[in-house]
T-cell receptor, first 113, second 114 residues
Framework: AQTVTQSQPEMSVQEAETVTLSCTYD???????LFWYKQPPSRQMILVIR??????QNATENRFSVNFQKAAKSFSLKISDSQLGDAAMYFC??????????FGTGTRLKVLA | GAGVSQSPSNKVTEKGKDVELRCDPI?????LYWYRQSLGQGLEFLIY????????KSGLPSDRFSAERTGGSVSTLTIQRTQQEDSAVYLC????????????FGPGTRLTVL
């Protein structure tokens, strides 16, 4: 069965600095999708970034980028120039060719002014 | 609508009562999902709809939980004879289709069972 592991329950970063959130997963499939979602106190899960496993190029969205290492089954999220509004829970998620997301337990990110 | 909406935002109920949680997906999205998020936990898959059919109900924790979807749109999650362990945030998501489509989430319903 697929699993997703986020080993950092909490991280802190100074405003304007860079932080990397870790995610590893376990799967025997070759075709799948990986996501990072942000959940602020409002509870709304917001898509941050999406990566297709067949693409070797790392996805980027403005200040957010991933380091996707397929062989190592690692999918880390880098947030550059951190802002106060980035403070939230961040969830890594795996999706195979079906529909069932498998989520990690999340990393709480604190941004220090 | 512009996004997934859920109602109520918060629900407090007494143990043993039935509750209904509602989800309005993004217009045109055929797939709809329910998840449960307990305090400090990740998201637990409950059920998936494609149109009005639910091909996968494997995540429903017990027979006290049921869900339906009508008109390929609105979905209702019903919890009968609520228990304190049912207290959680219930999140709904929708996607254009199934497969690898990105799921878009609603703001959730926080259920508290006293």
């Amino acid at each position: 069965a697929q699993t997703v592991t986020q080993s950092q329950p909490e991280m802190s970063v100074q405003e304007a600095e860079t932080v990397t959130l870790s995610c590893t997963y376990d799967t025997s499939e070759s075709d799948y999708y990986l996501f990072w979602y942000k959940q602020p106190p409002s509870r709304q899960m917001i898509l941050v970034i999406r990566q297709e496993a067949y693409k070797q190029q790392n996805a980027t969205e403005n200040r957010f980028s991933v380091n996707f290492q397929k062989a190592a089954k690692s999918f880390s999220l880098k947030i550059s120039d951190s802002q106060l509004g980035d403070a939230a829970m961040y969830f890594c998620a795996y999706l195979s060719g079906t529909y069932k997301y498998i989520f990690g337990t999340g990393t709480r990110l604190k941004v220090l002014a | 609508g512009a996004g997934v909406s859920q109602s109520p935002s918060n629900k407090v109920t007494e143990k043993g009562k039935d509750v209904e949680l509602r989800c309005d997906p993004i217009s045109g999205h055929t797939a709809l999902y329910w998840y449960r998020q307990s305090l400090g936990q990740g998201l637990e898959f409950l059920i998936y709809f494609q149109g009005n059919s639910a091909p996968d109900k494997s995540g429903l924790p017990s027979d006290r939980f049921s869900a339906e979807r009508t008109g390929g749109s609105v979905s209702t999650l019903t919890i009968q004879r609520t228990q304190q362990e049912d207290s959680a945030v219930y999140l709904c998501a929708s996607s254009r289709g199934g497969g690898g489509d990105t799921q878009y989430f609603g703001p959730g319903t926080r259920l508290t069972v006293l």
